[in-house]
C-alpha cells in the first residue's frame, strides 16, 4: 500500500513538474533567436524534447501504478505470489537494498563524471563515464565497451561543436 502511494505521488509530481516545464518555464527562459524557431538547433530543442521524454515516464508510471494497483489487489485474493507489471516484479528487501546502493554508486560516478567534466572536458570525461557504465551495467566484452565509449561521445562531440557550432566545455587541462 505504501508503494502505491509513493508511485502515486511520484507519477503524478512528474507529469505536473514536465508540463510546467514544457509550457512554462523553456517557452519563456530559454530565448531563441527567430531564424533558429522549429530546427533541431534551437537553444529549447534539448530541453523540450528531454521534457517531454520525462512526460512520457511519468504517464507509464502512472499507468502502471493503477494497473499494477488492480493487479495486486487480484492476485492478494487469489494467492500471495508476487505481482508483475509490465515485466517489472515487486522487490524483495535485499533487492531495494541492492538497488538503492547501485543507484547510489551512479549518483556517486555522476557527480565525478561533473567534476571531470570541468577538468578534463567534456570529451575525455564523457568516454570514461560510459566505458564504466557499460562495464558495470554491460556484459558484453571490453573491445565493445572501448569501441563504444569512444565512438559515441567522439560523434556527439563533433556534432555539436562543428555543425551546431554549440560551445562543448573543454576542461582546464
Same mark, same amino acid.
Given at each position: 500500500? &505504501?508503494?502505491?502511494?509513493?508511485?502515486?505521488?511520484?507519477?503524478?509530481?512528474?507529469?505536473? *513538474?514536465?508540463?510546467?516545464?514544457? +509550457?512554462?518555464?523553456?517557452?519563456?527562459?530559454?530565448?531563441?533567436?527567430?531564424?533558429? %524557431?522549429?530546427? =533541431?538547433?534551437?537553444?529549447?530543442?534539448?530541453?523540450? !524534447?528531454?521534457? +517531454? $521524454?520525462?512526460?512520457?515516464?511519468?504517464?507509464?508510471?502512472?499507468?502502471?501504478?493503477? =494497473?499494477? &494497483?488492480?493487479?495486486?489487489?487480484?492476485?492478494? %485474493?487469489?494467492?500471495?505470489? %508476487?505481482? /508483475?507489471?509490465?515485466?517489472?516484479?515487486?522487490?524483495?528487501?535485499?533487492? &531495494? &537494498?541492492?538497488? *538503492? $546502493? +547501485?543507484?547510489? %554508486?551512479?549518483? #556517486? @560516478?555522476?557527480? +565525478?563524471f561533473m567534476i571531470l567534466m570541468h577538468f578534463? !572536458?567534456?570529451?575525455?570525461?564523457?568516454?570514461?563515464? /560510459?566505458? *564504466?557504465?557499460?562495464?558495470? $551495467?554491460?556484459?558484453?566484452?571490453? /573491445?565493445v565497451a572501448v569501441c563504444v565509449s569512444i565512438? @559515441?561521445? #567522439?560523434a556527439l562531440y563533433s556534432f555539436f561543436r562543428?555543425?551546431?557550432? @554549440?560551445? #562543448?566545455?573543454?576542461?582546464?587541462?
Amino acid at each position: 500500500m &505504501r508503494r502505491y502511494k509513493l508511485d502515486l505521488i511520484l507519477s503524478i509530481f512528474v507529469i505536473i *513538474f514536465s508540463l510546467i516545464l514544457i +509550457i512554462f518555464i523553456i517557452p519563456n527562459e530559454i530565448k531563441v533567436p527567430t531564424e533558429l %524557431k522549429g530546427t =533541431y538547433l534551437a537553444p529549447s530543442f534539448l530541453p523540450k !524534447g528531454y521534457s +517531454i $521524454f520525462l512526460l512520457i515516464i511519468g504517464i507509464v508510471l502512472l499507468a502502471a501504478t493503477l =494497473y499494477g &494497483r488492480r493487479l495486486i489487489l487480484k492476485e492478494e %485474493k487469489e494467492e500471495k505470489e %508476487k505481482a /508483475m507489471i509490465f515485466g517489472i516484479a515487486y522487490l524483495s528487501d535485499k533487492e &531495494r &537494498r541492492d538497488s *538503492f $546502493f +547501485i543507484a547510489i %554508486k551512479l549518483w #556517486v @560516478v555522476f557527480i +565525478i563524471f561533473m567534476i571531470l567534466m570541468h577538468f578534463i !572536458g567534456m570529451l575525455v570525461a564523457s568516454i570514461f563515464f /560510459m566505458f *564504466f557504465i557499460i562495464m558495470y $551495467f554491460g556484459n558484453g566484452s571490453k /573491445m565493445v565497451a572501448v569501441c563504444v565509449s569512444i565512438l @559515441v561521445p #567522439v560523434a556527439l562531440y563533433s556534432f555539436f561543436r562543428f555543425l551546431g557550432d @554549440v560551445p #562543448v566545455p573543454n576542461g582546464l587541462l
